[in-house]
DNA sequence: CGGAATCTTGAAAGTGTTCAAATCAAGTGG
DNA sequence: CCACTTGATTTGAACACTTTCAAGATTCCG
């Protein structure tokens, strides 16, 4: 099995011994993906939450004019699913998508409460993650509202520019929720 | 003890004995509020997890026009905290106050970890919990992004009717992020 | 009843979008 | 490695949505 990444980041928020680390592997499903390939369409379920040992994910849906609207993105360490879908095993609205080639480390829906319950440690660590998920969300909800768009531009190109350079422009603009067009207008100003 | 709906709300999602509700209490400290009433100013660390017993908070931040900007309403059977505060117990931005005389359970922060320890169980609950509310933050970016503000009004008078009528205009009109005078233009609309 | 808070109205200004077209960059097959 | 095709970014003008400001009307609460 080849997630070192997922492995230390869970020993960072609960114990685990070696015994339970090989239990957990008979539950993990690994993947390398390729740049452009979906982890999830709309319509389908949400059927696994995904850790992404390497690369980039994004999540998006497409809007009543017709384009894809990203919401989130998600690069290594982090986890990402559509949690409505994946709770109540309904279908979902949304796409998810790698923008680079990928690794990354799935845990299926239908054995997340076996594997809970022969590691409850993990219970505590995804309650530590999801709100640590929804504290981020909090703050978004606050940065949207308090900063215009082109505040909430630079604030984000200020604190991720690594970020900025692995992505194309139209999907930095759909992410912050402004049109390819402003951005670019944006961009020449300062 | 009196927070029938809080362990009603717990049993709906995990196993509780009678002696796990005894050692519950030793934990819980329950609070009548009234209409108001502050639980969290700007400024201090959120000390608390609060359940809504009874009656409905608002949570909300001084914007930089120095207007209130509400973020979050809570209802009976709901938490409310900021969770940012609440994790890393840094200054909170925000304030949480009652909008109706309340009934509040609080589970502080600093017993929280040594509660979880006597019952796992809770670890499971909150877990739940945070994921579901994370799930209700990731569709609120969504209609957000998707919807013009006035649809977005449309679309939550419809959706709580009753709730409209519980809170003041300028509250609403703070919640989805307009102006009491561009809501009130939308209401003569139609 | 009186004062404060809330809600409404209308005009002017600002922010961000739409649309159409031109330019630039990048991936692919020959 | 070039030529071609597609995808991505830029430009500018017209337009739409929402805010701001100032004032007046209304409602609530002690």
Redesign the interface.
């Known amino acids: 099995m080849n997630c070192p990444n997922l492995i230390s980041h869970l020993r960072k928020h609960v114990p685990l011994s070696d015994g339970d680390v090989a239990l957990l592997y008979t539950y993990l499903r690994p993947a390398s993906i390729k740049k452009k390939d979906f982890l999830l369409k709309e319509g389908q379920v949400c059927k696994a939450n995904y850790f992404v040992e390497k690369g980039c994910l994004r999540m998006f849906?497409i809007?009543?004019k017709g384009m894809e609207?990203i919401?989130?993105f998600a690069l290594e360490n982090w986890w990402l699913a559509?949690?409505?879908s994946?709770?109540l095993q309904q279908p979902s609205?949304?796409f998810i998508q790698a923008i680079e080639d990928a690794t990354i480390v799935a845990i299926e829906a239908h054995q997340q409460d076996e594997l809970?319950r022969k590691l409850?440690q993990l219970?505590?660590y995804?309650?530590i993650m999801?709100?640590?998920?929804?504290?981020?969300?909090?703050?978004?909800?606050?940065y949207?509202?308090?900063?215009s768009k082109e505040e909430n531009y630079k604030l984000f190109i200020s604190l991720f520019p690594a970020f900025v350079q692995r992505i194309p422009q139209y999907m930095l603009a759909s992410y912050l929720?402004l049109t390819p067009e402003y951005l670019s207008e944006l961009r020449r100003k300062g």
């Not at 999801?130 to 909090?138: D, L, N, W």
Request: glycine share 2%; no cysteine; charged share 20%.
């Open positions: 849906y809007n009543n609207q919401t989130h559509d949690y409505m994946l709770s609205q949304f809970f409850p219970e505590r995804f309650r999801m709100q640590r998920a929804y504290a981020a969300a909090q703050m978004r909800v606050k949207h509202h308090d900063y929720g």
